[in-house]
């Protein structure tokens, strides 16, 4: 017997009104056994008075039925909507917990409507991946992943190696002298194009795990240039210490931003400097390895010092860095428009002079990187892996070698884009085959 099931599905603490949701055989009954009345009619808001067993009044409020299998599980599920007071969740929570019912698992009801088949894999991590999307094009791309996009380009590329491995079975089957002439030579193109729309989705899929994880933007540069300062001013609040010292910060400091629609994580790290105290040392080897795998760089130097400029973050500017001369409002003097072949803007995170600008500019390099092109399907690492597989066994089979042998990579192939959805069944690639080629034996 499955066990029933209730979380609050908004979010915790107080709020004007909060939804319950209850999932399971026994979520009917609790919602009659609490209400002491009739369910609603299938689907329709009905007001209620809940209780405890005691008689003990909870709150006055809204439910929904929804008969399985028609609910976004598959169960029987019952929504309820309260009034969002911690009272009331404790009250309720004590009430269902009386009644038999469990408190879900993290994800546990996007979990029953997979394994009832409301939704597969990819559409189970786009509900995740939409409930973390911060930024316009997170939640762009987690809609279309929700709504089927990836699912049904894999079910796409799956028919198509499933003629494949139909006809090569039937090709298995035929005496040598029946084949059709240009059998093998078709099925090895149609091979060849499907490995080529692969490697082409794979391409993109870069992008799409950048929309989902966020571009990485390291600050870097000596200490007392700014770059805390810089972080505070660009997210709007006080996340990081600032100070006169030199060697303030130390751990990498990140915030999230959204950056015209698109998502980053900027980093701010320790100044650069030989450091004498171990933590602070630790600091810079910290600040340094950050900067490496950063896909963008804002080397901030003090403009104040302006022609001078720091020799170890020099030392770390490449092609993916912007420069930023902070503390521009104490000089008079033109600053350069470009520094050490990079782009230069002069900024001061104290005034915010030169701000905007410098979102502009990060708003189009995030553009430039994220944007372009189809929009990508594959999202995560997880898909990547699946994809690269279905691709690498088309690429590594012969047809005209051994036709078993080709039959098992486009089998492996399929088998590998199964994964994306969770659909791995070679009963369906066997209907296929035997129902698509009758021919008579
Ligand atoms: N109150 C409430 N709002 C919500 C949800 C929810 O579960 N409850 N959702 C949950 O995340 C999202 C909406 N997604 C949903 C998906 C399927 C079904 C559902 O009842 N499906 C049935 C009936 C389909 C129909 O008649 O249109 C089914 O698939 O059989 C409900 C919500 C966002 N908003
Ligand atoms: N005048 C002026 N002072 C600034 C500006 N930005 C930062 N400062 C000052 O410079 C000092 C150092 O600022 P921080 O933001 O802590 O510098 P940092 O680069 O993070 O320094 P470390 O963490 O030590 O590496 C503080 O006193 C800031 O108030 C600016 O635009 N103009
Ligand atoms: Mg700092």
Redesign the pocket.
Known sequence: MTDTIYALASGAGRAGVAVWRLSGPGSAAALEALSGRPLPPPRRAGRVRLRDAAGEPIDDGLALWFPAPHSFTGEAVVELQLHGGRAVARALAAALERLGLRPAEPGEFSRRAFLAGKIDLSQAEAIADLVAAETAAQRRQALRQMEGGLAREVEAWRARLVGLAARLEAAIDFAEEDLPDDLIARVEAEAAALAADLAAHLAAGRRGEAVRDGVEITLI????????????RLAGREA??????????RDVIEVHLDLGGWPAILA?T??LREAEAAIEAEGVRRALRRAEQADLKLA?FDATHWPELDAATLAMIDDATLVLL?????VTAPLPDCVAGCPALA?????GDGIEALLDHLALALEQRLAGGAAPLLTRSRHRAAAEAARAALDGWSARGDLGLAAEAVRAAAAALGRITGRVDSEELLDAIFGEFCIGK
């Open positions: 540069g000596a200490p007392n240039a700014g770059k805390s300062s810089l972080l505070n990081a210490i600032v100070s006169a010292e030199a060697g303030t910060t701010d320790a100044g901030v902070n503390k521009s409002e104490l900024v001061s995170a104290r005034r």
